[in-house]
């Protein structure tokens, strides 16, 4: 089992938008957390990274530049989700304040 296989087959797909991957793709290379169990976070309530991170335990680990196919961290690709999820299911995004 390689690092970025937990056992069933896995995509790794290189540069390609985090809307347009499918559900069983990682997003979070480190902790293999997929676009689907972010999406699922989130339909049950996640609405910042932080509540992803308690929800999944994506945006954790420190791999990212040898797990991660595309040598990022995912914060930028659950920002996305976030963004793109939080109107469709009808959640409001919290308003920052300072």
Do not use: H
Request: with cysteine; glycine share 8%; charged share 30%.
């Amino acid at each position: 089992m390689d690092c970025c296989n937990s056992g069933e087959p896995q995509k790794k797909i290189v540069n390609i938008d985090p809307l347009q991957s499918p559900e069983n793709q990682f997003i979070c290379y480190c902790k293999e957390v997929t676009k689907g169990k972010i999406i699922e976070a989130i339909k049950n309530g996640a609405k910042t990274l932080n509540e992803i991170k308690e929800a999944t335990g994506a945006n954790t680990g420190n791999e990212c530049k040898t797990k991660n196919p595309r040598k990022i961290c995912c914060s930028g690709d659950i920002k996305l989700l976030l963004d793109y999820w939080i109107p469709k299911i009808g959640a409001k995004k919290p308003v920052k304040r300072g």
